[in-house]
């Protein structure tokens, strides 16, 4: 192998420039000549490959989002516009692409070795940690962190006017951001999709805590978790309390990455251009406590997300 691209796609995770340049170092290094791919799978089909030097991640380490950038790219789910992008990799004599995203985009990946056999090495990148057979997605630490910093800043304020915060964090299907940040934050309640709740019940009880002297509490609410509207409305019906409502929103996605996610951006760039070096390909590469391991791409895809009932519940306990 002597020539291997890179790109990013989907949502930006913090800690993807790190590993980018991971990748890059690594791979030139080894003797390999590197290109980018400007906007994920959408440049990809428009051939806006490019070579990549040492140079080029210089001062990036640091930086959230994807010098690489990425965007959306619904016509990639026909067969025809995924051979446009093959022909474009096989052209330029790109033997290796290593794709850097979540769920849809290593499926993407998938699909290009499946159909066309391009060599492929998946890296899991997205905050929502929902990718079954890794212990943490890239960015998801990070995500975490500035989740925490919320919460400690809006409890100072809330506690200071005897106030309730609803604070509203990114994910549609996966709890995990609302769980982490939630126990490491101290919050009262954590509303998640995975574990069904009684909102009248969380009312009651804030109420209750109100009349025992406990006049400030935090909800954190994961998105897909139920309508922050409907339950702002009943809390402060049924409580009594004085109920504000913030949304995270896409803050979550940036700014500079922690030291965990710095580390494991490393070591998942470096396992990734040694599994194209070795000749295995069509792997994703994970964490499982301090292993950095890699596995068969389908069957990575294949795994469900169990959530972590019992980190769940001592949750509720230590709340």
């Given at each position: 192998?002597?020539?291997?691209?890179?790109?990013?796609?989907?949502?930006?995770?913090?800690?993807?420039?790190?590993?980018?340049?991971?990748?890059?170092?690594?791979?030139?290094?080894?003797?390999?000549?590197?290109?980018?791919?400007?906007?994920?799978?959408?440049?990809?089909?428009?051939?806006?490959?490019?070579?990549?030097?040492?140079?080029?991640?210089?001062?990036?380490?640091?930086?959230?989002?994807?010098?690489?950038?990425?965007?959306?790219?619904?016509?990639?789910?026909?067969?025809?516009?995924?051979?446009?992008?093959?022909?474009?990799?096989?052209?330029?004599?790109?033997?290796?692409?290593?794709?850097?995203?979540?769920?849809?985009?290593?499926?993407?990946?998938?699909?290009?070795?499946?159909?066309?056999?391009?060599?492929?090495?998946?890296?899991?990148?997205?905050?929502?940690?929902?990718?079954?057979?890794?212990?943490?997605?890239?960015?998801?630490?990070?995500?975490?962190?500035?989740?925490?910093?919320?919460?400690?800043?809006?409890?100072?304020?809330?506690?200071?006017?005897?106030?309730?915060?609803?604070?509203?964090?990114?994910?549609?299907?996966?709890?995990?951001?609302?769980l982490y940040a939630g126990i490491c934050g101290g919050a009262e309640y954590i509303l998640v999709p995975e574990v069904p709740y009684d909102i009248q019940k969380i009312a009651n009880e804030i109420k209750k805590n109100k009349e025992?002297?406990?006049?400030?509490?935090?909800?954190?609410?994961?998105?897909?978790?139920?309508?922050?509207?409907?339950?702002?409305?009943?809390?402060?019906?049924?409580?009594?309390?004085?109920?504000?409502?913030?949304?995270?929103?896409?803050?979550?996605?940036?700014?500079?990455?922690?030291?965990?996610?710095?580390?494991?951006?490393?070591?998942?760039?470096?396992?990734?251009?040694?599994?194209?070096?070795?000749?295995?390909?069509?792997?994703?590469?994970?964490?499982?406590?301090?292993?950095?391991?890699?596995?068969d791409i389908t069957e990575a895809l294949s795994q469900k997300k169990k959530f972590d009932t019992e980190l769940y519940k001592m949750s509720t306990i230590l709340s």
């Amino acid at each position: 192998m002597k020539k291997i691209a890179i790109l990013t796609s989907g949502g930006d995770a913090p800690g993807m420039n790190a590993c980018i340049r991971a990748c890059v170092r690594s791979a030139l290094n080894s003797g390999l000549e590197v290109y980018g791919v400007d906007r994920g799978y959408k440049g990809l089909v428009e051939n806006k490959i490019f070579p990549m030097t040492s140079h080029s991640v210089c001062d990036i380490i640091q930086r959230g989002g994807t010098i690489l950038k990425s965007a959306r790219c619904l016509e990639f789910k026909n067969t025809e516009t995924r051979k446009i992008a093959s022909e474009n990799l096989k052209n330029l004599g790109i033997e290796g692409l290593v794709v850097m995203g979540g769920d849809g985009s290593i499926t993407g990946a998938k699909m290009l070795s499946d159909e066309y056999g391009i060599n492929v090495v998946g890296i899991p990148c997205t905050i929502d940690n929902d990718l079954a057979y890794t212990d943490f997605t890239l960015g998801f630490d990070t995500a975490v962190n500035t989740v925490l910093w919320a919460i400690n800043a809006l409890r100072d304020t809330m506690t200071s006017h005897d106030r309730v915060s609803i604070i509203k964090v990114m994910g549609r299907h996966c709890g995990d951001i609302a769980l982490y940040a939630g126990i490491c934050g101290g919050a009262e309640y954590i509303l998640v999709p995975e574990v069904p709740y009684d909102i009248q019940k969380i009312a009651n009880e804030i109420k209750k805590n109100k009349e025992r002297g406990k006049t400030a509490s935090i909800i954190i609410l994961a998105e897909g978790a139920g309508n922050e509207q409907e339950i702002k409305t009943l809390v402060s019906v049924i409580s009594g309390a004085d109920v504000k409502f913030s949304t995270l929103g896409h803050i979550q996605r940036g700014g500079t990455p922690t030291m965990f996610d710095r580390m494991i951006a490393a070591k998942f760039g470096v396992k990734a251009i040694d599994l194209l070096l070795d000749g295995k390909t069509n792997r994703v590469v994970g964490c499982r406590g301090k292993e950095i391991f890699d596995l068969d791409i389908t069957e990575a895809l294949s795994q469900k997300k169990k959530f972590d009932t019992e980190l769940y519940k001592m949750s509720t306990i230590l709340s």
